[in-house]
């Protein structure tokens, strides 16, 4: 089994970056495709970002194109995503995820998920 866990979230003003991680511990972690996806209150899921398995191709949500980045690093079994210039309606939990069998752009290509991280931004 694959557990996820993300940390580095925190409050930030509108403007500022952050960045986030989610570490992977099991055995698989360099072969999936990697996701991350944000909730805001009163919402439903919504996808941010994505990365192969290798990392030579990453996707994002044209909300957050532009500025945020993800990356992953398979040596340490983490996959980052970097936010910058940082908006109000960026304020959400944050959610890794992992497809084991194939990448995709929705909730039902992943198969094994973080327990978030909050990120606030202020104006």
């Known amino acids: 089994q694959e557990q996820l866990v993300e940390s580095g979230g925190g409050s930030v003003q509108a403007g500022g970056s952050l960045k986030v991680s989610c570490t992977g511990s099991?055995?698989?972690?360099?072969?999936?495709?990697m996701g991350w996806f944000r909730q805001a209150p009163g919402k439903g899921r919504e996808y941010v970002a994505s990365?192969?398995?290798?990392?030579?191709?990453?996707h994002y949500a044209d909300s957050v194109k532009g500025r945020f980045t993800i990356s992953r690093d398979n040596a340490k079994s983490t996959v980052y995503l970097e936010m910058n210039s940082l908006k109000p309606e960026d304020t959400a939990v944050y959610y890794c995820?992992?497809?084991?069998?194939?990448?995709?752009?929705?909730?039902?290509?992943?198969?094994?998920w973080g327990q978030g991280t909050q990120v606030t931004v202020s104006s």
């Open positions: 995820a992992a497809g084991t069998t194939r990448w995709g752009l929705t909730i039902s290509d992943y198969d094994y």
């Open positions: 099991g055995r698989g972690f360099r072969t999936y495709a």
């Open positions: 990365i192969n398995w290798s990392g030579t191709y990453t």
